[in-house]
């Protein structure tokens, strides 16, 4: 049984192993993973990471977002990862579902997520489709030549 809750700093390692599990990630994105859940547990950050853990404590994926800045209840989902010996297992629909039930409860607001239009990121687009989130902008060469910014976004409503 997968139990979603927030992390705590004694999973850090196995937060870690799972960021390093993504053939998808460059390295420069790996070490900003890793500075977001190291955010997580310092007091003066706001990111927000979510853990499914399994029953004998492994840890099976995880969630990190937060605010924006200067925004009322604007949030960014920063990284979501599936360990990929785990995949298509709802682990990561789960961990946006619990995300977003964790934003509600501040009220009505949006979820803005960042990716990439590269072929390396195709599963991950058509994750975030099928999760309800839609298209809301595209910068053309954004990280590199021939690579866009894809930028998501879905809509809640309170509970």
Known sequence: MTTIRPIIPADREQLFRVVRLQTNFLECEVDVAMEVID??????????????????????????YGPIPLTENRYDLYWIAVDPACGRHGIGSRLLTAMEADLRQDGPGHIYIDTSSTEGYARARAFYEKNGYHVASLLQDFYREGDHRVLYLKIFTSP
């Open 39 to 64: 955010g997580t547990f310092d007091p003066v950050e706001d990111y927000r990471t979510l853990a499914a853990v399994e029953d004998n404590g492994t840890i099976t994926g995880f969630i990190s």
